[in-house]
Nanobody, 127 residues
Framework: QVDLVESGGGSVQSGGSLTLSCAVS????????MGWFRQAPGKEREGVAA???????NYADSVKGRFTISQDNAKNTLYLQMNSLKPEDTAMYYC?????????????????????WGQGTQVTVSS
């Protein structure tokens, strides 16, 4: 059984920073694409960032230059460093994982391709 548990959410003021963590257990595939997604109230869930087992990362245009996805394989943990936060970054943030097959790129979408999801952690940015 694959479990993903997010933590690190909270409330910050505009311009502030937060680091989200996602602890992964039970994942046995030799390759992976892991991503962060978010869902704001009344909006569809959207992809934010993704990283593969080679360390290649991709970001949504809305967060490029502000967010950084990283991983610590020794700790089986995925991170999302979020800087220069804006009120529009307010959302529930989810981490997700899927195997990465040959010739595939690891991008934060489509969501249906990600079979493993955490429960989410709330991020609220006030102006």
């Amino acid at each position: 059984q694959v479990d993903l548990v997010e933590s690190g959410g909270g409330s910050v003021q505009s311009g502030g920073s937060l680091t989200l963590s996602c602890a992964v257990s039970g994942y046995t595939y030799s390759t992976y694409c892991m991503g962060w997604f978010r869902q704001a109230p009344g909006k569809e869930r959207e992809g934010v960032a993704a990283v593969d087992d080679d360390g290649n990362s991709n970001y949504a245009d809305s967060v490029k230059g502000r967010f950084t996805i990283s991983q610590d394989n020794a700790k089986n943990t995925l991170y999302l460093q979020m800087n220069s936060l804006k009120p529009e970054d307010t959302a529930m943030y989810y981490c997700a994982a899927r195997p990465l097959w040959t010739y595939e790129y690891c991008v934060p979408g489509p969501q249906a391709d990600f079979g493993y999801w955490g429960q989410g952690t709330q991020v609220t940015v006030s102006s």
